[in-house]
């Protein structure tokens, strides 16, 4: 015992809160969906979301466009809730909808209003019958003698809280749940836990896409273009509403040879939103962190605002368009794109997407390349593409563990070894995947089994009959 730190002991007030069929561990993209899927079906769904708002990596982070809902051909590999959103904010001028990506590093991008979408998630959960609770999370579980989770602790503004429900999802990106329940894991790549590097997202404003767009086409070899290369890119600036584009290639690299800079990164990466004229720059790179330690995360999170000013900095300085720019804000949480892998009843692989192995509980579909970027520190990042018309498939046993087994696990940290989830880890991606934990948790809730135990033709029909695009 630290003679500085004498053990104390504290009679703990828990309240009781309202049990519920399905309680969704985080309200990211993933988790909102399944909870909308899950809510359609009839069963009683609680969500827990620890800010005060759902959208995730696409709100909180700051992360956009989303990428992708098609394959490198053009083909649409995702459907479902996660494109009935996009509609929805479509229909509410939110969204451009589907558009090429003129980095050429997909075939669409799929620009949106971050604030529309908070209202939209909401909206849609809502109408579905499914409730929420923010600013609330996770803090510990209790297990029935059988093994399965009974109920979770969780704070907030009231204290200590019990929720107790049937099936639970954990949506919380980093598998909180899941830990704490007890499920085995893989924290970052498998040979020394290191994960992909942390990014702070910045928003500009007033930005001259148009000089951007000229300067894009007149001097191709200051950008990358893969991989597609130049004439590709060229005819898609010309046809794109908005325009994505990783360059300014050798200013870049000047401005880090003379220390104003310091990201370990090669190009600036910036795409325009919904809104013309406004942009996000995916530019910042914190290496060497774990985002499951408390200090560290929030370490990282000083780092990476300290890169945005950099970069702003470096815009307003050295970078056609920019001159004129105004900074809007950083996100509210830096975004994470690795941490934890449970180990659940199948461990994808990159072979299993790049195969385009087939599996006989296929629950969704995607064909975003293996996108890797350095997590040694390194400036560069590792893609590896999918065959033009290639799409790979999720199974169900990704999200299932053996024990507690009324758990399903979605979004990023689903079972999964480091190349693979860097595949899948994109929001579109993530979305359908949640889609499918949310109707498999509430079957097995409205059964009174495990998911595990429902039969896997009731799970498919339910996507079916809800939009999905399966095998």
């Known amino acids: 015992m630290n003679a500085s730190f004498p053990e104390q002991k504290f009679a703990l007030d828990i309240k009781g809160g309202p049990d519920c069929d399905v309680l969704v561990a985080g309200g990211g993209v993933s988790g909102a969906v399944a909870a909308i899927a899950a809510a359609r079906t009839g069963v009683r769904v609680l969500l827990v ?60 991008v799929t620009p949106f209003d971050s604030e529309e979408l908070k209202i939209e998630l909401e909206t849609m959960l809502a109408e579905a019958g499914g409730r929420v609770l923010y600013h609330t999370q996770i803090a510990a579980v209790e297990k029935a003698k059988d093994g399965a989770l009974a109920r979770v602790i969780v704070c907030n503004k009231a204290g200590l809280m019990s929720l107790a429900a049937k099936v639970f999802v954990d949506a919380t990106g980093d598998a909180d ?22 990014t702070t997202n910045l928003k500009l404003a007033n930005v001259d896409t148009a000089a951007i767009r000229a300067y894009a086409l007149a001097h191709p070899e200051e950008f990358l273009f893969h991989p597609c290369g130049p004439e590709e890119a060229a005819r898609r600036l010309r046809e794109s509403p908005r325009i994505s584009l990783a360059g300014f290639l050798s200013a870049w690299k000047a401005a880090r040879e003379r220390g104003e800079v310091d990201v370990p990164r090669d190009q600036v990466l910036f795409f325009e939103t919904a809104e013309p004229g406004v942009v996000i720059l995916n530019t910042s790179r914190v290496t060497g962190l774990d985002a ?22 470096f815009l307003k300085k050295h970078a056609v368009g920019f001159a004129g720019a105004i900074r809007m804000d950083t996100a509210a949480k830096i975004g994470v794109r690795e941490s934890r892998h449970i180990k659940g009843r199948h461990i994808l692989t990159a072979e299993d997407l790049l195969s385009a192995r087939a599996f006989d509980d296929a629950v969704a579909l995607g064909a975003y390349p293996i996108d890797i970027h350095s997590a040694d520190g390194q400036a560069v990042t590792n893609t590896t593409h999918l065959k033009p018309d290639s799409a790979y498939q999720i199974p169900l046993r990704s999200l299932l563990v053996e024990q507690p087994a009324n758990l399903v696990v979605v979004g990023r940290c689903i079972s999964a070894t480091h190349e693979a989830s860097a595949a899948f880890r994109v929001t579109p991606i993530s979305m359908a995947i949640g889609h499918a934990g949310g109707v498999a948790a509430a079957e097995a809730a409205a059964r009174g089994v495990v998911p595990s135990e429902v039969p896997f033709g009731a799970i498919r029909e339910r996507l079916l009959a809800q939009g999905a695009q399966l095998p």
């Not at 894991?185 to 498998?190: H, N, T």
């Not at 000083?302 to 900095?313: E, P, S, T």
């Open 49 to 108: 979301e620890e800010q005060g708002f759902l959208g995730g990596s696409l709100t909180a982070m700051g992360v956009g466009p989303m990428m992708s809902f098609h394959n490198p051909a053009g083909k649409q590999v995702v459907r479902g809730i996660a494109d009935e959103i996009i509609a929805r904010l479509q229909a509410r001028g939110a969204s451009t909808g589907h558009i090429p990506d003129t980095t050429t590093y997909c075939s669409t």
């Open 177 to 198: 749940l899941a830990v704490r329940a007890g499920v085995p894991f893989q924290l970052g790549r498998e040979k020394d836990c290191a994960a992909q590097p942390m």
């Open 292 to 313: 499951t330690d408390p200090f560290q995360l929030s370490r990282a999170e000083a780092i990476g605002r300290k890169q945005c000013a950099q970069i702003f900095a």
